[in-house]
C-alpha cells in the first residue's frame, strides 16, 4: 500500500471553472485518485479556491463590490461544479481560512530565519492617475518574450513567460489606461537565485516528467534565476508577519503554492489526527507527490514551490509534475475574459457528468493544445460510449437474462475463450501501467478498444444460434463475456463512476478492488432486466442561452 498526495492547482476564484480547467487539471487528477483508491493505496487529494491577488481585485474593481464577495461567490459555484462533476477531493478548501493564513505565514517566518527572505529597495509602476502601485495584474502591455499585446504584469498569456511588470512594454494601467511611471517602494525578496544548483539537480533526477514539463523548465533555469519578490502594495491578501510591513501584502505566487500544505493539516484537524498530515509530507516518509495543472501553472510547480520547500528543509518536494496543454475552443485558448468559455456548471444542465467526463478524458490534451467542438463531442459520444461500450454491455446482459436469468456457470474454455480472457489480463495490465504513469488519454481509448473486441467476440461466438444447440456451451460463452463486461466496470471507474457502479451492480458485484477485476464472475447471480447505459445525444439548432450569450456561431448548439 502505497501513500499518494495529490496537489490540483488552484482555481482562481474570480470566475466559474470551464471545460479547458476540467481537461487541464481537475478530471486527470481525480481519475488518478480514484485508481489508487481502487487499488488499496493511500490517497490525499487537496486543492481549493485562489481568493487573494489581484485577479480577485480587478474583477471586485470592475464591479463595484468588495473582493471577499467575488472570492465567496466563486468558490461556491466552483465547489459545487466539481462534485457535480464527480471530483472527489478529500479537501477542496479556500485560501482566506486562518489556517491558511497561519501556515503561510509561519513558512515565511522559517524562510526569513533561514536567510531566503530579504529585504530590498525596488522600482515599481505607479500610476499618477490612480495615485498608487501597480500590482501585476493591473498592468498590461507588449510581451519583451513574444510580442503579444496583451500581457499581463505576472504572465504572458500567449507564450506562458512569467514576467516581471518592468519588462513589458508600453504598459498601461489597467485602471485607467494612464502609462504608469517608476517610483521606488521596498518589498521583501525570496533568494531564489542561491537555490539554482540544486534545482538543477533536483529536475535531473526526475526524468520521468513529460517532456513538456521538463522542456519548459530547463529554458527557465538556463536563462538563469532571479530573486522574486514576495510582498506586494495591496490590501487584499495575507499580511507579512513583521513590524513595519501592515500597508503590504503577501504576493499571491508566493502564499497560494502553500495552500498544499496548509490543505493538508486542515485535512487533519478535520480527521482529529493532527499529525496524519506528516505522514505524507515529512522528507522521511515514503509518499508520492504528484501534482495536475495547467501548461501556464509549470514553473511554480517544478521550479519556485520545490525551491520553497527547500529552503523550508524537511519537506517533502514534487516527485511527479503533471501538466497538460490547453482544451481550446474555436482555435482559442479558453477565456472567460475574451467570451470564450464553455462553464462546467452549464454544460452540467444538458449532460451528464459521465458523458462530460467521457468527453474530455479521450479528447485530454496531454501532449499537445486539443481543440474542442460540439461535432467531435457528439461524434465520441454516440460512437464510442454509445455504440462500443454502452451496446456491448447491453447486448451480453440482456441476452443473458433473457436466456438464463442468472450468471451461468463456465465449462470448459476453448481456445477462442481463452484468448478473449488473455485480451482482457493484457488490457487490464496495460491500463494500469499507464494510469501509474498518469497518462489518461491513450488509456480511455485502450478500454474502448476492448469493448470493441467484446462486441467482435460476441458476433463471432454466436450465443444465439448456441442456445439452441448446447446450452451449456452457450453459457460458457456468457460467462466470458460477463467476465470482459466486469474487467471493463473495473477499468471504468476511475473514468466513469456512476457508469461503472451501474454495470457492476448489475453483475451482482460492489466494491471491487482492482486486482479482484479478473475474478471468475459470480456464477447463479440473479440478473435483472438491464436499461441501456447511455443515450445518443445529438447537436440541434435551438437555442442554448449559455452559448449563444456569449456569441458562438449559431447552429453550433446543442441539446439532449
Ligand atoms: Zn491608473
Ligand atoms: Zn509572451
Known sequence: MKKIFIGVAWPYANGPIHLGHIAGCYLGADIFARFHRLKGDRVLMVSGSDQHGTPITVTADREGVKPSVIAERYHE????????LGIEFDLFTKTSTE???????????????????????TVQLYCPHCKKFLPDRYIQGICPHCGYEEARGDQCDNCGKILDPMELKNPVCQLCGTTPEPRTTKHMFFRLSALEEQLIKYVEERPYWRSSVKNFTYNWLKSGLRDRAVTRDIKWGIEVPVEGWEDKRLYVWFEAVMGYLSASVAYSEMKGDPKLWKEYWDEGMDAEHYYFLGKDNIPFHTILWPAMLMAHGGLKLPDN??????????????????GVSIEAGEVLKKFSPDQIRYYLAASMPENRDTDFTWEDFERKINTELVNALGNYVHRVLTFTYNNF?????????????EEALQVLKKTLDRVENNLEKASIKDTIADIIELARFGNNYMSRTAPWSLIKEDRGRCGTVLNVNIAIVKGLGVMLAPFLPSTSKKILTGIGERDLRWDEAMVVPGTGFKLKKTEPLFHKVRIEKESFPEFERLNLRSGDVISV
Request: aromatic letters at 12%; zero cysteines.
Open 77 to 84: 459555484i466552483n465547489s459545487r461544479a466539481l462534485v457535480d
Open 99 to 121: 489556517g491558511h493564513k497561519r501556515e503561510v505565514q509561519d513558512f515565511f517566518l522559517k524562510l526569513l530565519e533561514n536567510g531566503y527572505i530579504y529585504e530590498k529597495e
Open 321 to 338: 509534475v503533471v501538466a497538460n496543454q490547453y482544451l481550446r475552443y474555436g482555435g482559442e485558448q479558453f477565456s472567460k475574459s475574451r
Open 405 to 417: 436469468g442468472e450468471i451461468p456457470a463456465r465449462g470448459n474454455l476453448s481456445e477462442e475463450d
